[in-house]
């Protein structure tokens, strides 16, 4: 089991930045953040494979966004910079603890997911 603790959610205006953490109860392969916006289905927006620091985005964010981790602390941050109103959405954490291959934001790829903080940005 894994329990994921997100923070640092809010409402911020159009070209404002956000960070935010997760802490994860245990060491994982894979550390991700999906977003799921008003109406429209849930999509990974970045990831880092714990163990060699590799790290996925979405086209969407790249420029934008910057995944990190803390292994000692099993934490991963999302900074996110350049905000944009299309921004607004949920955002999970999520964990992937099996070793298998795939597309490193396929949501199959994590078994295990935070409750959620909500990012707002206003034009």
Same mark, same amino acid.
């Given at each position: 089991?894994?329990?994921?603790?997100? @923070?640092?959610?809010? @409402?911020?205006?159009?070209?404002?930045?956000?960070?935010? @953490?997760?802490?994860?109860?245990?060491?994982?392969?894979?550390?991700?953040?999906?977003?799921?916006?008003?109406?429209?289905?849930?999509?990974?927006?970045?990831?880092?494979?714990?163990?060699?620091?590799?790290?996925?985005?979405? #086209?969407?964010?790249?420029?934008?966004?910057?995944?990190?981790? #803390?292994?000692?602390?099993?934490?991963?941050?999302?900074?996110?910079?350049?905000?944009?109103?299309? #921004?607004?959405?949920?955002?999970?954490?999520?964990?992937?603890?099996?070793?298998?291959?795939?597309?490193?934001?396929?949501? #199959?790829?994590?078994?295990?997911?935070?409750?959620?903080?909500?990012?707002?940005? @206003?034009?």
């Amino acid at each position: 089991q894994v329990q994921l603790v997100e @923070s640092g959610g809010g @409402s911020v205006q159009a070209g404002g930045s956000l960070r935010l @953490s997760c802490v994860a109860s245990r060491s994982t392969y894979r550390l991700g953040w999906f977003h799921q916006p008003p109406g429209k289905e849930r999509e990974g927006v970045a990831t880092i494979y714990t163990k060699g620091g590799s790290t996925y985005y979405a #086209d969407s964010v790249k420029g934008r966004f910057t995944i990190s981790q #803390d292994k000692a602390k099993n934490t991963v941050y999302l900074q996110m910079n350049s905000l944009e109103p299309e #921004d607004t959405a949920m955002y999970y954490c999520a964990a992937g603890t099996i070793a298998k291959l795939g597309l490193p934001l396929n949501s #199959d790829m994590y078994n295990y997911w935070g409750q959620g903080t909500q990012v707002t940005v @206003s034009s």
